[in-house]
């Protein structure tokens, strides 16, 4: 059965028709013996009225039991990778805000009430977490330079609206959670958010949040080289299945132009003499530009079947009622 959560957002006062929104953080978890009481101590101290969701990875330690103790509302997930839990958990549970949050106690906490305020007061559906540390150890100059590589890369595919597209720190509305296809398995899962709302043009903001070092005696999970891979990876994949035709139009000029540089020797030297010397060159010519148009065409046939996709993810959005939860004003402390 979905789980419900009858709680109230913390620390606003709204007009007493106005019904109060349910509040659910969500933590996934592999291995955060560690870390896993704090975030979850820090959180109920940020939003004492939500109900604290840690869904456990098929971790090897102790991680399921210190976050029960802890006082945390624990599930399972045994398919390996984030992307696996985040799927399982925006399926599982019924909120009209979801926190997301990893479990290793690097993001501020404290911050979560400004990002649910500025979800509700701007009836935004997402809103991401922006990471901003000096501490060199919680965010390595390798890592910080994958992010921007790869943010850059997606800002100017899918639109300009993101400066850290693989923050695990984010708030969303109801209906993003309930229409998000969740395709992703793995770390790739941030870049899935990011796109999807660049996608389907939904109102989106960001909130600048401390970023720390993890707690010690707690493992980063994250590979660099091997997890950025299968992000670039996952970009190009949503590039191709939601930007077809400029990406069948990349290959096919790349085609045309390789074509007409092989061919054009050969043609020249009809034009002169009359003769084909070089038969095999003028074959390989001939289909590299046949594959060009057929890679064209491809396109262009995607490019409507994305259009139609895109239609129904549109519809499915709308089909979940937007929230109205009243004017927000500060309350009292």
Known sequence: MPDTLPHPLPGFEREAAAPAPRIAVLVPCYNEEVAIPRVIAAFRAALPEAVIYVYDNNSKDRTVEVARAAGAVVRTETLQGKGHVVRRMFADIEADVYVLVDGDDTYEAAAAPRLVDKLLAERLDMVTGIRISQIEEAYRPGHRFGNLMLTGMVRTIFGNRISDMLSGYRVFSRRFVKSFPALAGGFE???????????????????PTAYKERPAGSASKLRTFHDGWRILQAIIALVKREKPLPFFSWIAAGLLLLGLGLGTPVVLEFLRTGLVPRLPTAVLSMGLVLLSFLSFACGLILDTVTRGRMEAKRIAYLAVPAPDFGPIRPGSP
């Not at 870049?191 to 903001?205: C, D, I, Q, W």
């Open 189 to 207: 899962t941030e870049t899935e958010f990011t796109v999807h709302a660049l996608e389907l043009m939904l109102p989106v903001g960001e909130v």
